[in-house]
């Protein structure tokens, strides 16, 4: 489970996060829904660690991220949006690597990199270098690695940017598999249709702050609109993030 608590963060005059607070529950999947530049990748970066909140703190299974980052990692698997591989290591090479990182070795991290080879479907390209690798396939070797540990808290920054129409439908299929295996699922996504496709919870940003949050239902009743689409551009007061 997450919970982000009043979170802040500027860069320089930039308030990037004003003031986002949500829970993400084990077994749900959460979508964090914001039009460009609304502070959602910051907000992840803050969850995982790698930035440091001006104030406000998130919880990752109890542990506070901004005291025991080391603790909260631990728990934590991520796609972020660099994918950053090494290009002369092949794609196992370079989850394997990452996994040793993780303090993981031996039969049981070659087992594991097998188990992901399949349910991610690299098999034709796992022993490749990664060098002139796809979108796609540099996607896929980046969940493989975020996931190596088995992480219960999963957070994914715009999965499936990118992505052809099969990759995408194979990035959900796992998406949703991670929710019923009882993960809790943060993704962040600026397409409406997408998380209200795949999301059990929305939290809606815009301009560094919680907008709407709520289940699809909830959020329909409390802007007194049928239709999920009105009740996005009613919050974010514009029409960026659906698609035609
Ligand atoms: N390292 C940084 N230095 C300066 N400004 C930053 C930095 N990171 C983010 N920002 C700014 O903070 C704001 C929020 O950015 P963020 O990347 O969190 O938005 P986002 O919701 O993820 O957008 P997108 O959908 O475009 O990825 C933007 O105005 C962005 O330019």
Not at 55 to 73: I, K, M, Y
Not at 171 to 178: A, P, V
Request: hydrophobic fraction near 40%.
């Amino acid at each position: 489970m997450i919970q982000a608590e009043h979170l802040k963060k500027s860069f320089g005059k930039v308030q990037a996060v004003k003031d986002v607070s949500f829970t993400a529950q084990d077994g749900q999947i959460t979508g964090l829904l914001g039009p460009n530049g609304a502070g959602k990748t910051t907000t992840l970066r803050i969850i995982y660690t790698l930035l440091k909140p001006d104030s406000g703190t998130v919880f990752v299974d109890g542990v506070d991220v901004v005291h025991q980052p080391l603790e909260a990692v631990r728990r934590l698997g991520a796609l972020t949006e660099a994918h950053g591989l090494y290009v002369r290591l092949t794609a196992r090479e370079n989850i394997r690597y990452f996994g040793r990182l993780r303090g993981m070795e031996g039969e049981a991290l070659e087992k594991r990199i097998e188990e992901l080879c399949k349910l991610l479907e690299m098999q034709d390209f796992i022993d490749r270098r990664t060098e002139g690798f796809s979108n796609g396939q540099r996607v896929k070797v980046s969940i493989a690695r975020a996931l190596l540990h088995d992480p219960q808290n999963v957070l994914l920054d715009e999965p499936t940017n990118g992505l052809d129409v099969m990759a995408t439908r194979a990035m959900r299929t796992l998406i949703r598999r991670l929710r019923d295996e009882g993960k809790c699922v943060v993704f962040s996504s600026h397409i409406m249709q997408e998380v209200s496709l795949l999301c059990d919870r929305l939290v809606v940003v815009a301009h560094g702050e919680v907008v709407l949050d709520g289940t699809k239902e909830e959020i329909r009743q409390k802007m007194g609109t049928d239709n999920l689409e009105d009740a996005f551009v009613t919050a974010i007061g514009s029409a960026e993030g659906l698609e035609e």
